[in-house]
């Protein structure tokens, strides 16, 4: 199989008997390929896959790699691959409602977030069959690992709780004269009007104008649907947080190194040599 410093955990040949794949989860990046891009990708799914379903047969799964601009494609062929390539596809497009289907994505979620990371410079997105499902941006990233540290426990009824979620503010107002004060943000993988608590509107507001990503505490209600899957409903924005600014693990070990007083500089300087591309978080 094509891809530098990727195993045999995706085989290199589909099933004999079989002419389509029955799953495809395809990923594209603005760039040219390159052993490194390609290699890059290829971990990213093989690592996502390992997770989803650890026990992969010969024949279930193949991926095809594009040799000029970097791309490639999984091809979910049949049992433990045709399943694992859906889920993988369900995880890219709605993370949330895919880890309230099945928590065991969520580990497929935090790995999914630590591989994307690296390749939000590259306009990346992901493909099912033609269909575009998401680009690979902060938002993309943040949303994984808010779904990767989520768990929501099942219940044959309503369920009231709390959840964090990282998103712009899209829009503020009232959708009816005399209505509540609604922000338009990404929640569930989609973008969603929730009521906002009055003391946070002018919060709002503000971060409104900025365009940044900010961590929002959201309360609501999961409700459980017709197919078993949780929703959530009667969603309201009870806190928000504008001074959040990200850091990556590099930008902390520099400030902790001109602020801490417990190691040697050269204890930070060696942590610092250790940081590689998709490990500064």
Not at 72 to 97: I, S
Not at 168 to 181: K, M, N, Q, T, Y
Not at 247 to 274: I, Y
Request: net charge negative; with cysteine.
């Amino acid at each position: 199989m094509a891809g530098a410093g990727y195993t045999a955990a995706v085989p290199a040949r589909p099933p004999k008997s079989a002419t389509q794949p029955k799953q495809v989860l395809r990923l594209t990046l603005d760039v040219a390929a390159t052993p490194e891009r390609v290699g890059q990708v290829a971990a990213l799914f093989h690592d996502t896959l390992s997770q989803i379903e650890p026990d992969l047969r010969e024949g279930d799964v193949t991926m095809v790699v594009g040799n000029h601009v970097a791309s490639a494609e999984l091809r979910g062929w049949q049992g433990g691959g045709e399943r694992a390539v859906r889920l993988a596809a369900d995880l890219v497009d709605n993370a949330t409602d895919a880890v309230q289907k099945d928590e065991r994505l969520a580990a497929a979620a935090r790995t999914l977030a630590r591989h994307a990371d690296v390749l939000t410079p590259y306009h990346a997105k992901f493909w099912r069959g033609d269909k575009e499902l998401r680009a690979i941006d902060d938002v993309f990233v943040r949303t994984m690992r808010a779904a990767g540290q989520s768990t929501v426990p099942s219940s044959s009824g309503n369920l009231s709780g709390e959840t964090v979620t990282y998103s712009p503010i899209l829009r503020v107002g009232r959708i009816s004269e005399g209505g509540r004060v609604q922000a338009r943000i990404c929640l569930e993988g989609r973008p969603l009007e929730v009521d906002i608590v009055p003391n946070l509107v002018e919060h709002i507001w503000d971060a409104a104008k900025t365009g940044d990503v900010v961590p929002l505490r959201v309360r609501g209600e999961w409700i459980e649907g017709k197919t078993g899957e949780l929703r959530l409903d009667k969603a309201e924005i009870i806190g928000v947080d504008t001074t959040f600014d990200p850091w990556s693990g590099r930008e902390l070990l520099d400030d902790v190194k001109q602020h801490a007083a417990l190691f040697a500089a050269e204890d930070f300087d060696r942590m610092l040599s250790d940081l590689h591309p998709g490990a500064e978080d």
